[in-house]
């Protein structure tokens, strides 16, 4: 399950078309915040004026992510990758976004003929409010709740039938300042059941709206309670009960909806949501926005009111029944029959603190180590070679499935697989090594394998490029320039191999497809692919995009980007090595699978370092349009450009608007 919703999520997210729902009601602009629902949903989206255009502007028409991604960084006004995922995420959750050749859910909508202004609703609601409040306050003696009678029944009843008399109300007010009445309908499943519509449409015509729909919603229970008072003391009870419903810090109370009028305070839908996938998993996320959330205005003072809520609650349960707390004293006091349970639970509530900080330290290393692994070798079992034939013996056929040998004939792939010789591979163990003689080819027919890069001396560690899958070749840059081998190849897991020898690799494949041809596949398509960004990449897109490179040789000591000057092309190394420099001061080496460029092309600004070829190198530089498609077309590729350009830079390179 947890793959299929991967592969939805990559699909949406890469190839699928989409488009703005074509009714969609939108609120106006109010301290940088919009509300944006759709006609068939009850799910109010809460973002910001850019999130906003971004949905509205960027999919008017039906286009796929990393097309609007592209316009976005093209226009300078790209949000940081986390956040514009998640948008279209909610946003698709939402039914804003639908898939081209998808209707639209029906709308919500219901026509509602009695349609109440605001101020006719507060001229009404209010004085009723303040005299049943005073009613209350003023009631002539503690309200003792009897034993279980008829009476509980038809307060329970009167409860219900008042809570859909506040409803009906919200309805007609809300169909009163121009909104829709959506779902209205009963809900039965309740303690409560009662007639409901989605009065979350109240914020859409404006905070007036939103507290007198929280208002009337409260005055016929809070009415009821106060007549129950001095009429029908037995149906105080579940009245009563009916009223802290209404008051209940919950996210759908009156309570909570005037709380968020009176501040016009929004939690806004994509800071609040996980749905795309990288951030699910991201704990200390999720708790960070948890805390902001806390310590804002509005959860400062949904706190407080449901501290209030609290207290208010006891005072109501001792009015109803006096002796409830003393009766609760002789269970759990000192001399009490239930005191050790007592003694019991706090050593339990005392160790939830203890708790809270160790999942809250696991959650900051799990955050920690989702970070650092963008910045490594992606890792993806992707396997582009036809398992089944191979694992029938029919190695012909499964040699078709790797790409380079897509161009060759039957009997030109017979005579291949004939000449291949299998090999058994351990974990760990190294194929050959930086420096050897090349003198053979290899294709992965199972396992995986790491490329490492040497880095120069005096240093003596190795770095991890890429990483090989079934269906990959390598060991053919040796073989197509007579030179020595440039990468370490090893095991990570036992494996096995096909290995075809120099003389064979010549006669057979250089010899049927032209040098030219190999070396343009191998050199720039297979390098592509073991970089650490473009991990597990198709084939046939690392292809086209080797084919938008042109390979570019710099003598060492050659300035190849200026601090402070424009810069309008993308580096790939291919071999050699480049120094970033701040201020004349050297603050990184770069090496075969590094790039840089990255950072002015996206922030559409100046270099930020020099960057000087130390020894004769190669690069296969793109232009900024071409890495910008490029830079849009995975979502994985992307974060993990964002990411390493974030830290180089040592800020944000998106920031939210």
């Known amino acids: 399950m947890r793959q299929t919703h991967r592969m939805l999520q990559q699909d949406l997210l890469t190839s699928t078309r989409l488009s703005i729902a074509p009714s969609i009601r939108r609120s106006a602009n109010r301290d940088g915040c919009v509300l944006v629902r759709a006609a068939g949903s009850t799910q109010t989206l809460v973002l910001r004026s850019a999130q906003a255009s971004v949905l509205t502007d960027g999919f008017a028409q039906a286009t796929t992510v990393p097309e609007v991604l592209v316009r976005l960084l093209a226009d300078n006004r790209c949000p940081p990758l986390n956040e514009f995922y998640e948008l279209v995420l909610q946003a698709h959750a939402a039914g804003v976004l ?59 009843l009167s409860a219900c039938a008042l809570l859909s008399l506040g409803e009906a109300l919200a309805a007609s007010v809300i169909a009163g300042s121009g909104g829709e009445v959506r779902a209205p309908r009963l809900h039965w499943r309740r303690p409560w059941p009662h007639f409901r519509v989605d009065t979350a449409e109240a ?56 709380l ?18 990288p951030r699910q998993k991201d704990l200390w996320a999720r708790f960070r926005v948890w805390w902001a959330g806390r310590t804002s205005r509005f959860g400062l003072l949904w706190i407080t009111w449901a501290a209030i809520w609290a207290g208010l609650l006891g005072l109501a349960l001792q ?81 078709r499935s790797v790409p380079l040998f897509r161009g060759l004939s039957d009997d030109d792939l017979k005579a291949l697989a004939a000449a291949m010789t299998p090999v058994d591979v351990a974990r760990k163990q190294v194929i050959f090594k930086e420096d050897d003689a090349g003198d053979a080819f290899y294709v992965v027919m199972d396992g995986q394998f790491e490329v490492l890069k040497r880095l120069p001396p005096p ?24 030179s020595t081998r440039t990468t370490t190849i090893r095991a990570a897991r036992p494996g096995k191999l096909l290995r075809l020898s120099k003389e064979d690799f010549d006669q057979l494949v250089v010899g049927k497809m032209g040098g030219e041809h190999v070396r343009e596949l191998l050199q720039s398509a297979a390098f592509l692919g073991r970089l650490t960004i473009l991990g597990g990449w198709p084939f046939d897109d690392l292809l086209r995009y080797a084919q ?108 939210s608007r």
């Not at 240093?459 to 320039?481: C, H, M, Q, Y």
Request: glycine residues 8%.
């Open 98 to 156: 639908l898939p081209e050749g998808t209707d639209a859910a029906p709308t919500l909508a219901r026509r509602w003929w009695p349609r109440l202004p605001q101020r006719v609703a507060l001229f009404i609601a209010r004085p009723i409010l303040l005299l049943a409040a005073g009613t209350l306050v003023v009631a002539p003696q503690p309200w003792i709740a009897p034993a279980w009678n008829l009476g509980l029944l038809w307060g329970w």
């Open 203 to 258: 914020a859409l015509c404006g905070p007036g709206c939103e507290r007198t729909v929280a208002l009337v919603r409260l005055t016929p229970m809070l009415a009821g309670t106060a007549a129950a008072a001095w009429y029908e003391p037995t149906w105080l009870a579940p009245v009563l009960a009916g009223v802290f419903y209404l008051l209940a810090p919950t996210p759908r109370s009156a309570a909570r909806q005037w």
């Open 260 to 277: 968020s009028s009176l501040l016009d305070a929004k939690v806004f839908t994509v800071s609040a949501g996980f749905l795309f996938e």
């Open 319 to 399: 009015w109803c029944r006096p002796g409830l707390y003393a009766a609760v004293w002789r269970l759990f006091g000192p001399q009490g029959r239930l005191h050790h349970y007592l003694n019991d639970a706090l050593y339990v509530v005392a160790a939830i603190p203890a708790v809270a900080v160790v999942v809250l330290l696991w959650a900051l290393i799990r955050h920690w180590l989702m970070r650092r692994a963008l910045t490594k070798p992606l890792r993806v079992d992707q396997t582009r070679i036809d398992t089944a034939a191979l694992n029938a013996g029919d190695n012909p056929t499964a040699l």
């Open 459 to 482: 240093s003596k560690r190795v770095k991890t490029i890429g990483w090989l899958n079934p269906g990959d070749g390598f060991g053919e840059i040796a073989l197509l320039d007579h």
């Open 548 to 655: 938008k490179c042109r390979s570019q040789r710099f003598a060492a000591g050659t300035q190849v980007v200026t601090q402070g000057e424009g810069n309008i092309w993308f580096f790939l190394i291919f071999d050699g090595a480049f120094e970033v420099r701040e201020d004349k001061k050297t603050r990184k080496r770069l090496h075969a699978g590094d790039y840089f460029g990255e950072i002015s092309l996206l922030e559409h600004g100046a270099a930020t370092a020099d960057v000087v070829a130390v020894e004769d190198s190669r690069c296969l530089v793109m232009s900024r349009a071409d890495f910008l498609t490029f830079f849009a077309r995975d979502y994985r590729i992307g974060m993990r450009i964002e990411a390493l350009a974030t830290q180089r830079r040592g800020g944000r390179i998106f920031s």
